[in-house]
């Protein structure tokens, strides 16, 4: 593993955990996770109100909004939901905003063609069954223990080109460039998102967000909204949107895990997506903001140990897994655009204003001593200035053997 720009031991160790640790599966896994979905369509399937045929393809199920997944949890057995945020971050609204508002607002759910799910309900994409077995991971809370988890093989590779911020932060904010990477095999994938962990290297929790291209998820090459969450360094905790019991979503407009377009091309017209994450100073409960910064849904603060006072390591990039890699051969899954840094605006794929949220609730910009780091600089690179960051690459190429 070469580690690109010197860091601190600590952050190459937390970087290593979770590059090891991140949706490593067995066997045994995939039967538990295939009787775990069908338990959760079951559910979705009573909660249904009403259900809506994307021109897409999606099917979205309205779900009362108090039997959405995440009251199986049991922490949440008595949980009231919180309909808003009580206080916003202070900040939120600059002269950038303004625009990148008039961009968002150009980014539609595809399903709205065909309805709408009414008050009190949430959409949730309907899980087709052949995307079953591979859905990362599903509610495996206490079943899987750190002790028994298989070491990453050579075969599993998980690589990072990030910008991070450590300190005592309360959320972070991005507007982040969305394209449509080339995914070379069903078993990887290719993410864009604001990560915000707290905690021990081996059981970090973490809570993040972005767009991503995985087909083993969602059965397609498709740019789809994500979110995910862990209380253990993904050990046996972890899995994305709704797909287990924790994340709160009070929103009726927008499915998690729907595609995203139009897509940015490549000496074209550019398109954003704007995210926000932010600890609620009166609840403790980790809003997410989406799009013109309308409340998504929340993580309720009783689900965390760490993350229940603050973060501490804020990182904002991109992810690739390729797995299963063989003969020496580098897959060409891409990070971001498909192409590097250097290329700039309009080429590489970017985040733009970047921000952390502060002790005092304001949004102010990452501090002095913001570093970048990537895992395999010469498949992936990483550059930040002037707020901006731009990352990615191609994956297989010349200089990445
Ligand atoms: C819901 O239940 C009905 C009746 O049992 C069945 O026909 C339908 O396929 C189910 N839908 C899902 C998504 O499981
Ligand atoms: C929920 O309320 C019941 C009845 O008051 C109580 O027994 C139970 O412990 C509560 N659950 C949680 C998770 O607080
Ligand atoms: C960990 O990796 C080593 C070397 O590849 C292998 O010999 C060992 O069996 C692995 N351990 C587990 C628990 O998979
Ligand atoms: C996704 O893209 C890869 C690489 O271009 C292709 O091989 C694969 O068939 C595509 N998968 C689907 C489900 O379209």
Same mark, same amino acid.
């Given at each position: ?15 290593? /955990? ?164 080339? /995914? ?197 690179? /990483? ?19």
């Amino acid at each position: 593993m070469k580690v690109y720009i010197s860091m601190s031991y600590d952050l190459v160790a937390l970087l290593l /955990v979770i590059i090891s640790l991140w949706c490593i599966e067995t066997k045994a896994q995939a039967t538990m996770q295939q009787l775990r979905v069908q338990q959760y369509l079951k559910r979705l399937n009573k909660s249904t109100i009403k259900s809506i045929k994307s021109p897409d393809g999606d099917i979205i199920d309205c779900v009362h909004i108090y039997h959405q997944p995440a009251f199986d949890h049991p922490l949440l057995e008595n949980h009231t939901i919180q309909m808003r945020p009580s206080i916003l971050p202070s900040g939120l609204y600059d002269e950038n905003e303004v625009a990148s508002k008039m961009e968002g607002s150009s980014i539609p759910q595809h399903w709205h063609q065909n309805g709408r799910c009414p008050e009190d309900t949430i959409p949730i994409r309907r899980t087709k069954k052949d995307e079953l077995l591979s859905v990362s991971s599903i509610e495996r809370h206490g079943k899987k223990r750190h002790g028994t988890i298989p070491n990453a093989t050579s075969a599993d590779a998980e690589e990072f080109a990030v910008v991070y911020a450590t300190g005592e932060y309360y959320g972070a904010k991005a507007i982040i460039n969305v394209w449509n990477p080339t /995914v070379a095999r069903p078993h990887d994938f290719s993410a864009s998102a604001l990560w915000v962990m707290a905690g021990p290297f081996d059981q970090f929790n973490a809570v993040e967000a972005g767009w991503h291209v995985h087909p083993g998820l969602y059965g397609d090459n498709k740019t789809r909204l994500f979110t995910s969450w862990t209380i253990d360094g993904y050990t046996s905790t972890g899995c994305y949107n709704l797909l287990c019991s924790g994340f709160i979503q009070v929103n009726n407009d927008i499915a998690l895990g729907s595609d995203i377009s139009p897509i940015s091309s490549y000496g074209g017209r550019q398109y954003e997506i704007t995210l926000l994450i932010s600890k609620d100073p009166k609840t403790g409960n980790w809003w997410l903001q989406f799009g013109n910064l309308s409340p998504l849904g929340y993580w309720p603060s009783s689900l965390f140990h760490d993350l229940s006072d603050s973060a501490s390591l804020i990182e904002w990039g991109g992810q690739v897994a390729n797995r299963q890699v063989g003969g020496g051969q580098y897959p060409s899954t891409m990070m971001g655009s498909g192409h590097v840094p250097e290329q700039g605006f309009g080429k590489a794929s970017y985040f733009k204003n970047i921000q952390i949220v502060d002790q005092f609730n304001d949004l102010r910009a990452p501090p002095q001593g913001t570093k970048t780091i990537t895992t395999n600089p010469s498949c992936y690179h /990483v550059r930040y200035a002037n707020n901006y960051i731009y990352y990615g690459g191609p994956g297989s190429n010349p200089s990445c053997p």
